[in-house]
């Protein structure tokens, strides 16, 4: 009978680990500074506390993001995001940027949202996807779009967002969320940025945060 020992557990779960570094993510942040990432759309504040991004409110300011330079078509992300109970907040992907010559915080951010929300007592919509600045409300059908309590409040949580053509795939904490095919958003958002955003607040509101750590990219062909 083999001993299970704490050298020899080290050793079996080591080439596992090795592996799952070895699958094709890369850093999406590099944990010092913000290269590769623009603020656009608004004035939240965004800053670096160690590893995490961390995103304040600012009273008056419309929606706000912190988005990639580079555009994906076909991924997988990977992220982990904490936020405050009062605030909704989000993570665009394949998403544009429209007005860009006009609008005075560097273009509005427009396209796929997987949503972060607070459960609450009641469940809540996060993981599901909606049309941030598109017109359309939520992309996922309203049969679909039933409230639920994956989504830790207070604590961090493990999103993974897998987009391949028209489908986006959504998990929270490992469960999945939304498996959601939409080819009109397709069409139109094939690839674009991802942006996280700090969602605007009332007069009275705030300041509330919202928070996301090891962020992580796999690029699909």
């Not at 779009?145 to 409040?153: E, Q, R």
Request: glycine content about 12%; some cysteine; aromatic content about 10%.
């Amino acid at each position: 009978m083999i001993k299970f020992t704490a050298s020899l557990l080290t050793a079996l779960l080591l080439p596992s680990l090795a592996s799952a570094d070895d699958t094709g993510f890369v850093p999406l942040f590099n944990g010092k500074d913000f290269s590769g990432w623009s603020i656009k759309s608004g004035k939240a504040t965004y800053k670096i506390e160690g590893d995490v991004i961390v995103g304040t409110t600012v009273k008056g300011s419309p929606n706000t993001f912190l988005v990639t330079d580079k555009q994906y078509s076909d991924f997988e992300l990977q992220f982990d995001t904490k936020l405050h109970n009062n605030l909704n907040s989000g993570c665009q992907i394949r998403s544009l940027l429209k007005n860009v010559d006009k609008d005075k915080f560097g273009g509005r951010l427009y396209g796929p949202q997987v949503e972060s929300e607070a459960s609450g007592e009641k469940g809540a919509e996060a993981g599901y996807i909606y049309g941030e600045a598109t017109g359309r409300g939520w992309l996922t059908p309203k049969d679909k779009l039933v409230p639920h309590k994956n989504f830790k409040d207070g604590e961090w949580n493990h999103f993974r967002i897998v987009a391949k053509g028209a489908n986006i795939k959504t998990w929270i904490n490992g469960e999945l969320i939304s498996d959601l095919s939409d080819e009109e958003i397709y069409k139109t958002h094939p690839k674009g940025h991802f942006g996280f955003q700090v969602h605007g607040i009332g007069k009275n509101q705030g300041p509330f945060t919202a928070a996301w750590k090891n962020i992580k990219i796999k690029e699909l062909k």
